[in-house]
């Protein structure tokens, strides 16, 4: 029972340790307000909300997977890359086997297999990525660089960097159910992703084990923990994740392509570490992530918004609020500290 | 996790028959605007919205807003990207906008986003994505015939209408490149009985590089001394080419002509080597892609001959066989007097 332990005393120390979520939300609320504020008749709508919700599960279940692999230390770069191949691999099986006109009850069977395939896909991926980090002792930024390289090169290579479109209608009208037609099926999707991960990073012995590891790998080991086995699960994990953000991005863009959301690996990382996860390992919180997503979407979907500001400035905008909630952070940790020192000096 | 997707897919099967399918056909008549025109909004979504050429498309955007008084605007992804695109048409959707206008990084990608506008009754117009099924209409600045035969006119000039000439195509894939000339080749047939093409050698392909159509050009006027144009096809050719002329010392003896772009040519242009190249300017195709969309909200028919106000726009003509394809004359002849004028 000595684990059960460890990991409430660890679960204690963070949640105590972590005033970063009481300050996303402060955030979150601030760019909330200022929107609505701003642009009243826009911003806070039914509309708007949901064409937010249809927006951000597909690269937010990629944070998720990238902040994980922060969380042990390490950083997957190849979600965008496997979530890609893993699409293109169930589009291409899709449109390869399912008769044309076939009728939605002969096609779903065909979509299991398809979402099967594409999932372990995923996983293959990420044990690729976690055995070269685990058994190779590869740094994960250069063995996720090199994989991100090597799945989107797959990708390309399979499909000559064609779209692969012509899926079964199926598919993407599954894909883009919204339940009482508010809340899409990829928003689920992300709910069940972030409260099961969530889940497991606080309340099982291998969530656990992975901020232990993340903490302190070498201490771990000594403390004996299987570094191996939890630097490969997680990737593992990762590569799931990223293979299911594949699917939503299948079903929105009803194709796949080897280059779809490239870009979106940048701004995963900055999620991720905009919502508290500290990329020294060992620190943050899912809560924080879904935050942070959230405040990028309502600050991207708010500057959309604003018909007059030039798309030149959309960076610098979005650049500067990063920095701003970066720097705001840290300096509340200081004085945090700092009052924590006097206090303990009285 | 594996269970639980599953058993959520499971679920939608049942809620997936009450979801509208996505390709269907409207009719743009149904698409007249019951809002007075001041209230109406039209977005113009670029492919990249730092890139100089739809900078230059956003000066067409300002320009329209500017004449009619209509709040039109450009709004775009900030890298080339498909999935980023999709994302700024889900907002401008959520915002209520009349119009969407469209250049799409890649069709396939937006036929759910595009299908959805439509079936709010948002106006779809797309530019440059001849496959989109998810839009009414879409607009080319030309057809390949036609620009073929201007860019076989122009070389034709410059030849005096007579002499030995060859194509040059970006690469003997490309479906384009191969209709330009086909279609220049047919005209000079047509009309200069005095042009003849190079029978050894008519098609010539650059593999899409500057050094390569350089090198080609080269190798052509020291093996044929007889060859007097080259009708390019590829933007990279009437830099390439003119390079060759420049150091072969053929100026004013050897001629090319190509679609080009003005930053490119620029010094070729003013010094001599070259006459002319051809270019769409990308001004003219936002503001005619806003002009389509206006006169879909007005409710007006759309027909062959139809006059979308930018020049070279002025009578638009369905492409064969198609009722959603618009094509235009919509290219510019660019010579050493207005190639300062353009910004890119």
Not at chain 1, 219 to 224: E, L
Not at chain 1, 265 to 287: E, H, K, M, R, S
């Amino acid at each position: 029972m000595t684990t059960t332990k460890t990991a409430a005393t660890v679960r204690g120390v963070r949640s105590a340790r972590d005033p970063n979520l009481l300050r996303l939300l402060v955030m979150l609320v601030f760019v909330f307000v200022l929107m609505t504020v701003l642009r009243p008749n826009q911003f806070a709508t039914i509309a708007s909300f949901n064409s937010m919700m249809r927006q951000f599960p597909e690269y937010g279940i990629m944070s998720i997977g990238i902040s994980l692999a922060m969380i042990t230390g390490g950083i997957d770069l190849g979600v965008v890359g496997t979530a890609n191949l893993s699409a293109i691999v169930a589009a291409k099986f899709l449109i390869g086997t399912v008769p044309r006109g076939a009728p939605p009850a002969q096609v779903v069977p065909y979509l299991i297999i398809a979402v099967l395939l594409s999932l372990s896909v995923g996983l293959a991926c990420g044990t690729i990525a976690g055995t070269l980090i685990s058994r190779f002792n590869i740094p994960a930024i250069l063995a996720t660089l090199g994989t991100q390289q090597l799945f989107t090169g797959i990708a390309i290579g399979i499909t000559n960097g064609r779209p692969q479109s012509g899926l079964p209608l199926l598919y993407s009208r599954i894909g883009n159910t919204e339940f009482f037609r508010f809340v899409p099926l990829s928003f689920m999707i992300f709910f069940i992703v972030a409260v099961s991960v969530g889940i497991m990073l606080s309340r099982t012995r291998f969530g656990t084990f992975m901020y232990m590891m993340g903490t302190n790998p070498r201490a771990a080991r000594y403390a004996g923990l299987n570094n191996t086995s939890i630097i490969l699960r997680t990737y593992m994990i990762s590569g799931l994740l990223s293979s299911v953000a594949g699917l939503i991005m299948m079903a929105r863009a009803n194709s796949a392509k080897a280059d779809y959301g490239a870009p979106y690996t940048l701004q995963c990382v900055l999620i991720a570490v905009l919502g508290g996860i500290d990329p020294n390992g060992g620190f943050g919180t899912i809560g924080g992530v879904t935050m942070a997503i959230l405040i990028l979407q309502f600050l991207s979907s708010g500057l959309n918004m604003f018909n007059n500001i030039s798309n030149f400035y959309r960076d610098v905008i979005w650049g500067g609020v990063l920095i701003l909630v970066l720097v705001f952070n840290k300096l509340l940790s200081w004085r945090e500290e700092r009052r924590a020192v006097r206090k303990s000096m009285n | 996790m594996k269970r639980r997707l599953l058993l959520v897919v499971a679920i939608v099967m049942i809620f997936a028959l009450a979801v509208p399918l996505f390709a269907q056909s409207y009719n743009p008549l149904n698409f007249k605007s019951k809002k007075p025109m001041s209230q109406w909004k039209i977005a113009l979504v670029p492919k990249d919205a730092t890139n100089a050429w739809f900078v230059r498309m956003e000066v067409g955007v300002k320009q329209f807003a500017k004449d009619t008084g209509i709040n039109a605007f450009q709004k775009g992804p900030p890298k080339t990207d498909a999935a980023m695109q999709a994302q700024v048409i889900e907002d401008l959707i959520a915002q209520g906008v009349d119009a969407i206008c469209v250049v799409p990084v890649d069709p396939a990608a937006l036929e759910p986003v595009l299908g959805l506008a439509l079936s709010k009754g948002i106006v779809v117009i797309d530019h440059e994505g001849a496959s989109q099924q998810n839009c009414l209409y879409d607009i080319e600045a030309f057809s390949n015939e036609g620009l073929g035969q201007t860019i076989m006119i122009e070389l034709a000039k410059m030849m005096g209408e007579k002499g030995v000439y060859t194509t040059m195509v970006g690469n003997v894939t490309n479906a384009s490149h191969n209709e330009w000339a086909d279609a220049g080749v047919a005209y000079a047939k047509a009309h200069y009985p005095n042009m003849t093409l190079l029978a050894a050698e008519p098609r010539v392909e650059i593999m899409d590089n500057l050094d390569t159509a350089y090198e080609r050009a080269k190798e052509l006027f020291k093996k044929y001394p007889n060859l007097k144009g080259i009708f390019g096809t590829s933007s990279l050719s009437s830099p390439g080419v003119a390079r060759a002329i420049e150091e072969l010392g053929l100026k004013g003896k050897a001629f090319v002509t190509s679609v080009g772009l003005p930053n490119e040519n620029k010094v070729y242009l003013k010094d001599g080597t070259l006459q002319s190249v051809l270019l769409w300017d990308p001004r003219d195709a936002g503001y005619a892609q806003l002009a389509m969309a206006v006169k879909i909200l007005k409710g007006e028919k759309i027909e062959n001959g139809c006059n979308l106000t930018a020049p070279g726009w002025t009578s638009m003509q369905f492409a064969p066989g198609s009722t959603k394809v618009l094509q235009g004359k919509g290219w510019i002849t660019i010579t050493k007097d207005n190639v300062d004028s353009f910004g890119f």
